[in-house]
């Protein structure tokens, strides 16, 4: 996967963050670049600039590390409302996406993986086969301009304490997936972000109880790169679903 070299110059002597993946999948860097140029497009959160981009490489806008806030994690909550707000033509993305390493076209698709079992399968299309259903009263909602990745790890704090989002699956889906992302390994001050959001733009009634549904795919893209463990958990999750 792709290293990082922080502060590096650009041949104009920016400083800048690049990450490198010689052996990047065609389109994988224009994934990422396509995608915060279109998170920051409607100017209400903090995403890094991109300022170059090869078959290869990314250079982004280096961000001076520091600690969550409570504030911070105010604002982000409230800035994400906005950003879904802001909407999307469409579900799915204008361009191939990626989540991770892996190919997220804008049409349905599967990938075969023993890191699931066959009742696990089994259970997933089950929930795939009443997903109208099980999606409750948000199933209705227009296409949101999501992150589509915001697990932690994806979320940097500046040095004031400033949420910036970063490392993108961009594309119109549903809100509550970047909410459940939040939640799938654990975010400072999630308690307050998800507050702030709720507060800028409440949510659908019962929302909490689809958080489930709404890391499914997440689970299942670490059950393909990680192994049978998380493949356990998407069957949990699947089965949580469908009580």
Aim: aromatic share 6%.
């Amino acid at each position: 996967m792709a290293d990082a070299s922080p502060d590096p110059r650009l041949p104009d002597g920016r400083v800048c963050f690049v990450k490198r993946w010689p052996f990047a999948p065609a389109g994988f860097f224009a994934a990422e670049a396509n995608g915060l140029a279109w998170l920051a497009e409607p100017g209400v959160i903090r995403v890094p600039d991109v300022l170059d981009v090869t078959v290869s490489s990314i250079a982004i806008e280096p961000i001076p590390i520091g600690a969550p806030t409570e504030s911070g994690a105010e604002q982000l909550g409230r800035s994400l409302a906005r950003l879904h707000a802001a909407g999307s033509p469409s579900f799915g993305a204008s361009w191939p996406g990626f989540i991770g390493p892996l190919e997220m076209g804008n049409e349905p698709s599967a990938r075969d993986s023993d890191a699931i079992s066959a009742e696990g399968t089994r259970t997933v299309e089950r929930v795939l086969s009443r997903l109208r259903e099980v999606a409750g009263p948000a199933a209705d909602e227009a296409p949101s301009r999501i992150h589509g990745d915001l697990w932690s790890g994806n979320l940097l704090w500046d040095n004031e304490g400033n949420g910036w989002i970063i490392d993108p699956a961009a594309h119109g889906g549903h809100r509550e997936t970047d909410l459940a992302m939040l939640a799938l390994f654990g975010t400072p001050h999630i308690a307050r972000i998800l507050a702030a959001y709720d507060e800028e733009r409440p949510l659908a009634e019962g929302w909490r109880d689809r958080v489930a549904l709404h890391q499914l795919h997440p689970l299942l893209v670490h059950a393909v790169l990680l192994g049978p463990n998380y493949g356990s958990q998407a069957e949990e999750a699947a089965r949580w679903i469908l009580r």
